[in-house]
Each structure stands twice: as C-alpha cells, then as structure tokens.
C-alpha cells in the first residue's frame, strides 16, 4: 500500500550514486527524469567527470581522439553534488551511510553502487611497475599508453587476446607498429566466441601483420638498469625485445570497499535480483541498496536464471535506468533487467557484434555470409535452442537473431536466409575451451519491444 | 470493412491525406485480402521484418503475384531485367553487399568520409542561387523553382553527370518513378513496356558517359566507379549501369518530395517555422521528424519471404509479395506518442523514414543535408511565406509521394 513514503523520497530524499562513470551518471540522468527532486550525490575516485571507455581502446589509441576528450555527452542537466577524487571505503547499511576516504560520511536514503571493475593488474608488482607497462581501463591509462605509441616503440607486447587486447593489436597495426601478441588460449577471443570464431580472429591478427603466439604464456618481464621494459620472457622458453607491454588480462570487480559491511559482494561482483536490488550477505534482498553495470551479478530468466555478470556498455546503460527506475516505484511497479546482452567490438577494419550469451553455446552454425569474407552471421546453438550469435561485418540482421534468442528459437535454425552459402549448412561444435554447462530447466520466454511492455512467459520443463 | 482499403490508398484522391488510411489499415497488422499482397502496417513489425534474413528482395523469389498492383513493374523483375540488371536495392546479398560496398567507396567512410561533408559549401551555393533566382515572391512553385533543381543539380554534381542533359533523363526518370506506382487505372503491360524503353535509355545514355570517363576521370563518383579498385573489386559494366541508374533516380524522385514536404508541414506550422528561424539548428531534429511524419517514400513493396514465415499470428507463404507501409508505421501510437502531432522537439525518434537493415537508404547522409540546408535556408530567407493552396496537388505516385506544385507567396526574399 503506497503510503507516501515514496512522494517524499521522491520530494526531499538523499540518493547517493557511488562510481561516477556510465552506469553512475545514467542512473542519476533517469532518476531526475522520473521526478527525482531530491539531494543528489555523485561519489568518484577518478578526479574525473563520467567519461567514455570504448574509445579508450580504439580511437585514442589511433590518435584519433584524445583520452581527456572522452567525456560522455549528458542527457539532461543532473544538478548532483560532487564528489570526485575520492573513494567510498566503506558503508554502513544499518544507519546508511557511505564512508569516504577522507574520512567524511554521506548519508542516503536510496543508494545506487556501480564501481565497475578496473584491469587484471599484471602478478608480479615490480614488473607491473616497470616504465612501458600498461594496462588500459581508466583515462589516465589512455594518456599514458598514447603517448608511449606516439613515441614509435620498436615492438610493443599485447598480453591477452580478448576484446580489449585485440582491439590494442589492431590500433598498433594500424599506426605500423610491430606488436605481438600473447595468448594462453588457442586463438583470439577464444573465450568470448569459441575456437571456430578465433581461427577466424588469428587469421585476421596475422594477415594485418601481427606477430600472433598463441598456446603460451609470458612468464617475466624484464627491465634495463632505468627501469624501462625492455624484454619478455614467455613459457615456451623464446624471449621478446619489447618497449612497451600491454597487460590484458580481464578485470577485478570493485567490490573491496564493501568488505565487512554485510552486502553480498565479493570477487565475482555484487549479486542483486532481476530489480537491481543487491542482496546481503545472507541472501536476503535489500529494499535501498541498488547497483547496475559491471560490478553487478544478476539472475537473468532467459538464461536459466544464470547470474550473469557483464562487462558490456549497453547492459551498464539498461540496467542503470531499471535500478534508477526501481528506486522510485512502488514494488509492483517496478520493472526486471531482463535485456539481452549485446556486445560490439572493432579490430583490424571489421565490425564485430555479438547477442545473448555465445559462450554458453556448444554448436556454431554459420547462417549467413562467410568465414573466408569474413563477413557472416553465426549462430550459437544450445541444447536444441538459440542461445547467441555473432556478426563479423554483418551486423544490420543482427536484431532478428536477438528475437531468437528472446524466443528460445530452435537450433539449428529450420528456415533458409538469404546469403546461406554452403559452408553454412549445418552445425559445428563451436570449441570453447571449457564449456560451462548450465542445468537444463524450465524456460522464459520474452517478448514485447518497450521496457515497460516487456514480458517472461514461463514454460515448465518438458515442453 | 478494410476491404478495398489498398485500392483506397492508391486512389489518387486520397493522395494528399493518406494518413487516416494507414490508421484503418493498422487495424490488421498483417493485411491481406485475398489475391494482392500481404501488407505490414505497424512499426515493430515493419522494423522487424526490415531485419528478418528469410525475407528476400530479390524479385526472383517472387511467385504468388496475382493480384499485386505493383508486381512486374520496377517493383517486380520482368520489365526491368530486360534493359539492366537489377540494381542493388533489388538483390539480396552476398551481391547486394558487394555492390553496395564498391558504390559507398567513393561515396562513404571509411574510403571517403569526406564526400558529403566536402559538398557542403556546393550545397549551400546553389541553395542561395535557387533563391535568389526565385522571381516574384508572389508567385512561387517551389517545386519546379526549388525542390526539384536543387537535388537534381547536386546528384548530377556527384556523379559526374552534365547538368545540361538534365530535360533528357529528366523524362526517363519520370518514367521509370512511375512504373513504382500501383496506379489502378493504368495497363500494367503498357506500363512495362514504357518503363523498360526508358531504362534501356537512361542505360546507353550513361554507358556513354562511362565510356567517356573511363578515358578521362575526372573528381566524380562515376569516374571512380568505373576504375574500380583491383581484381575482385570492380563491377562488370551492366552493375554499373544499373548502380549509377539508381543513384541518378533515387537522388531525383526523394529529396525533392523530403523538401516540398519539409516546407508544406513548416507553412502548416508557423510556430515551428518562426522558431527554426531563430535556431537554425533546430532542423537537424526537424528533418528527422520530417521523415517520420510525411516520409517521402511511403511503403517498401519488394519484399518475399524465401519461406513460410509466421507474422502476427498469420501466415505468409513462401514467394508472396509483402508490402511494408513505412509512413504507417511512423505514426503507430504503439510506437510514437501522438504519432499525427508534428514536433521535432520529440525525444525518441527512430523512423522508418529511411527504411532499416541492409536495405536502408544509400543516399541517406546526402538527403539528410540536403534537406536540413534546404529548409534552413527557405525558413531565413523567404520573408512571411504563405501558401496559396492547401492542400496542393500531388504527383500521382502513392509510393513516392509528394505535392506536384507547391505555390506559395512571401513578402519578399531576404539578402
Ligand atoms: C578499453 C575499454 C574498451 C571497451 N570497449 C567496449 C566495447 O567496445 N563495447 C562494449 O560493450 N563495452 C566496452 N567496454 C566496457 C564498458 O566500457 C563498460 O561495460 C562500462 O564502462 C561499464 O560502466 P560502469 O559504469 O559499470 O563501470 P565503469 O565505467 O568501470 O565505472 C566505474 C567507476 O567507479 C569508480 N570506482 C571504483 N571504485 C570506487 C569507489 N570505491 N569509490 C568511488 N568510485 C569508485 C571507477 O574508478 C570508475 O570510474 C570497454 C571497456 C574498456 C576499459
């Protein structure tokens, strides 16, 4: 029963945002749009105000853009309090405070965490620490990393063939610079798209000239007497003279902040249910503490109520103006974050988009298009229904298999497309390195276009 | 009681109004009745289907046709093959993607980001000379002294094609527009007897051309073409042919219906006229809402599906004609709040104006520049405008529609 608590948090309520980038700055965009009039705080480490992160990888890399040039394009007016350059350290739930750095404490009514994650630092500290050696999250990385291309490095080293590293690779070459790349898996993006899509990404690293090592590991970086890298060491006993090394290695959620305050966050992210309402460490949802974009874990009913944790852009933006929107709605008003992951990337000149949860797929079926041209549609396959597809340069049908997916569609696809060739006839195994096999269930179906007219049906198990 | 509503909609009477047609028809998302084709009406499924890979807009495909007003003419296969291939808007990848990728080389980023951008100073000359030269402000057709002129002069530019053979492909172009056009009346053999002796034309008319550039290339897109760039990218001459075949025709027979459009909805609203005067940069928006609100290509009909595909609950046969109504599913309420108000202040504008998927429109970017100059210009220069017939009369095609005439007055035109 509403009872007016709402129309006051709406009124005079304190929200506090903690993590001033994407999903930070859209959830507080959405929260003045529903008619949040209330005291806004944005709480940042970075000194910075929200910026954009793709670019980072592509266009600053190409000298293109500059990193302090990123700034996201705002909306609407926000009209928060700032707080930037300082870390939330801790937060106590029972009086609801957030605890600074400096040492101040903001209070909330409603709180909304979106830290995201930062870059898988290289192990060994001191060889981290070493002049030349990158990791590339923050625009003050962007900065640095620019600059030493600038400077024509003789080689640089990408160590780590996901996106990320790929799309560095790729910027390289582009400039002409001589880059290697290191990789433990077999191929590129392996663990994104599976091993028939990476021979199809290593063929691209090396005809653009890349030095591509797959199945080994760089086990020491070396510096001179100054400090500067000047050599890797790999596993398979080669060494590498190298001026500048990238260290691209995934990511590591924010979460450190929260040890001890009893919300349920830890290494894998902060879980929260469908509404963007994190849980405490008892499993019990909480009813004020929200969080959206990397940093969160939430159960997704079309893949099997699988908490997915995603590091993608669109998921930040999506799950941001839900939790923004949950915050302020009675509890039957508020919505589920049920979107459906997509993800973009582009290297070496090719557009490369993907939906739903390729890595969850066993079989690859190539509908449209070709390898060869690389330029095609695959679609992933997983027990008996769509699960995920990729477009490399084919990207305008990409929002039809995105139907699929919401629709459980069959796999493989009972129906001709046009541009079919014959290579694209039947299914592959689509070679992940290590398929993560969820149970099998009942499914959710989803349909509707709008946020607000979406809808799960339910299927039970067996039909 | 929706029975009759497609030879409605193709009456010319209803030509000026079609908008409360499309309503009704919304009523069956999946129109279909009986012998003529199955027609889309409401956005999500338009876009949908814009994006579906078991629909195919290769005419070849095409089998149940009975019934189709459009079917054989530029819309269907026949008529035009004998004269020159299809073009890319009618192939379905992988050609289409080829062709389509070799024509935006010269046209596009990532070969040419600059294309457009670079002919802006152009654009903007010959938008001042057009209006400058408008005569007596009391009498304009800014239509045949506007509209028409300006985007015929910069497609000619663009591709190389001398201003001065314009009365010649004027009328071939004319000609093959209409063909597009289910006009009920009309003899449809009679008609793609006239529509392919008109490609056949226009197509020996620009193998001239070529020919000539091929000798002596000069800044243009034909020329570019024409040199092709390496073993697996050049086009055979007949692809070129028909390529710059369409690029002269779509650059002809849409942007003058955006821009008579644009200023008829603008002199329909002095508010938002008087306002684009002050803030010139509001037509950017404006030109987005233009393309939702009266697009100038009002229905897609080539499209088939390459299987039984379901759409609503209904079956589509394999090889069935489809027509997808884009200005109908601009204005479905299910998408756009108060779809029949004009207001280019709205927010969320994703229309169908340019079509969607493989298929959208090429010349988007041009068009799009063209317009925006366009109405910017006449909103500073033509001093209190006022139209002299409203509704004015409209061009006969319900497929690419658009006032024939548009008189107006001013006070007086503006330094
Ligand atoms: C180089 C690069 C390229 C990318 N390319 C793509 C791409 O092509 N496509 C795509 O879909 N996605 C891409 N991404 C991912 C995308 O940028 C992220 O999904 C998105 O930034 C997530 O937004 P977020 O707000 O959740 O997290 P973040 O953008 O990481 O923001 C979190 C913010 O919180 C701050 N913070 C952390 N801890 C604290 C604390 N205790 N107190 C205060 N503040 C704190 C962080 O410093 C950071 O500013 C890319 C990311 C990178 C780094």
């Known amino acids: ?463 | 009681m929706a029975e009759g509503i497609l030879k409605q909609i193709l009456d010319y009477s209803n030509r000026s109004n079609p908008y409360p047609l499309y309503e009704e028809l919304r009523k069956t998302p999946v129109f279909h009745d009986g012998t003529g084709p199955y027609v889309i009406s409401t956005y999500h499924d338009i876009q949908s289907l814009l994006h579906d890979p078991r629909l195919s807009s290769d005419a070849h495909n095409l089998t149940a046709t009975a019934g189709d007003p459009l079917a054989g003419g530029e819309g269907g296969g026949g008529g035009e093959e004998a004269a020159l291939p299809p073009s890319f808007l009618k192939l379905d990848p992988p050609e289409h993607d080829r062709l389509r990728r070799m024509t935006n080389r010269p046209f596009g980023p990532p070969h040419s980001p600059h294309r457009i951008e670079g002919m802006r100073d152009d654009l903007h000359g010959i938008v001042s000379g057009l209006i400058d030269n408008l005569g007596d402000p009391g009498r304009i057709d800014l239509v045949d002294q506007f509209a028409y002129p300006f985007p015929v002069t910069m497609i000619c530019r663009l591709l190389g094609v001398p201003r001065e053979d314009e009365p010649r492909f004027h009328s071939w172009a004319d000609t093959i527009a209409a063909g597009l056009d289910p006009d009920p009346d009309a003899d449809p053999a009679e008609r793609l007897r006239v529509t392919h002796d008109a490609r056949m034309e226009l197509g020996m008319y620009l193998a001239g051309l070529i020919e000539e550039r091929r000798k002596n290339p000069q800044d243009d897109m034909l020329s570019e073409l024409a040199a092709g760039h390496g073993q697996d990218d050049t086009m055979s001459t007949m692809e070129l042919l028909s390529t710059s075949a369409l690029l002269l025709i779509a650059g002809h027979e849409t942007t003058v219906n955006l821009i008579t459009n644009g200023m008829l909805t603008l002199l329909r609203h002095p508010d938002v006229l008087a306002d684009l005067r002050e803030n010139p940069e509001l037509v950017v928006p404006l030109v987005e809402e233009l393309l939702r609100f009266e697009p100038p290509v009002q229905l897609l009909p080539q499209r088939t599906p390459l299987v039984d595909i379901e759409v609503r609950g209904v079956t589509i046969p394999k090889g069935s004609s489809m027509w997808l109504v884009l200005a109908s599913g601009n204005r479905d309420p299910d998408r756009f709040e108060n779809p029949d108000r004009f207001d280019p202040y709205r927010k969320d504008i994703q229309h169908l104006g340019l079509g969607s998927g493989i298929h959208s429109c090429f010349g988007a970017p041009l068009a799009r520049l063209e317009a925006q100059l366009a109405l910017s210009e006449l909103a500073r220069r033509l001093d209190n405008p006022g139209l002299v017939e409203d509704p004015p009369p409209y061009r006969q095609n319900a497929v690419l529609r658009g006032p024939r005439h548009l008189e107006i007055t001013c006070d007086g035109i503006r330094p």
């Open chain 1, 1 to 463: 029963m509403p009872d007016g608590s709402l129309d006051r948090l709406k009124r005079e309520g304190r929200i506090v945002v903690v993590g001033a980038s994407l999903a930070g700055l859209r959830a507080a965009e959405t929260l003045r749009d529903k008619g949040f009039e209330g005291t806004l705080t944005m709480i940042g480490d970075e000194p910075y105000e929200p910026y954009d992160r793709p670019p980072l990888s592509k266009q600053v890399l190409l000298g293109k853009a500059t990193a302090d040039h990123t700034a996201l394009p705002r909306r609407r007016e926000i009209d928060a309090e700032w707080r930037l350059g300082v870390p939330a350290s801790g937060l106590d739930m029972a009086t609801r405070r957030v605890k600074l750095a400096d040492g101040d404490e903001v209070p909330y009514d409603r709180l909304m965490i979106a830290t995201g994650v930062r870059a898988r630092p290289w192990p060994n500290e001191a060889e981290g620490e070493l002049d030349g050696v990158f990791v590339l999250r923050t625009r003050d990385d962007g900065v640095g990393l620019a600059r030493h291309l600038d400077a024509g490095p003789r080689r640089v080293l990408v160590i780590g063939a996901g996106f990320t590293g790929s799309e560095i690779a790729s910027a390289c070459r582009e400039r002409g610079l001589e880059v290697t790349v290191a990789e433990r898996g077999d191929a590129p993006l392996v663990g994104a798209l599976g091993g028939v899509i990476g021979a199809v990404a290593a063929e691209m690293h090396r005809e653009n000239g890349v030095d591509l090592r797959t199945g080994v590991m760089v086990t020491r970086l070396e510096g001179d007497t100054t400090g500067r890298v000047r050599a890797a060491h790999f596993s398979d006993g080669t060494t590498l003279e190298c001026d500048v090394v990238v260290v691209s290695l995934g990511a590591q959620r924010n979460t450190e902040w929260l040890a001890g305050s009893g919300l349920g966050a830890g290494p894998r992210g902060i879980a929260c249910d469908a509404g963007c309402r994190a849980f405490d460490v008892r499993g019990i949802v909480t009813d004020d503490v929200f969080v959206a974009g990397d940093v969160a874990r939430s159960p997704h009913p079309l893949f099997g109520y699988q908490f997915l944790s995603l590091e993608h852009w669109g998921n930040a933006v999506a799950q941001a103006e839900t939790a923004a929107h949950n915050m302020l709605s009675e509890s039957s008003d508020r919505r589920p974050h049920i979107w459906v992951p997509a993800f973009w990337s582009s290297q070496f000149g090719v557009n490369i988009k993907s939906v739903g949860v390729p890595s969850m797929g066993t079989e690859i079926m190539i509908t449209q298009g070709s390898r060869a041209e690389r330029r095609f549609t695959g679609v992933y396959g997983y027990q008996g229904r769509v699960i995920g597809a990729v477009t490399f340069d084919n990207c305008r049908w990409l929002q039809f298999y995105e139907q699929q997916i919401e629709a459980t569609a069959p796999f493989p696809p009972p129906f001709p497309t046009v541009d079919r060739r014959s290579d694209g006839q039947r299914p592959i195994p689509a070679d992940f390195p290590d398929p993560s096999v969820p149970t099998h269930g009942p499914t959710i179906t989803l349909s509707g276009y709008s946020p607000a007219d979406r809808r799960m049906t339910f299927t039970p198990a067996g039909h």
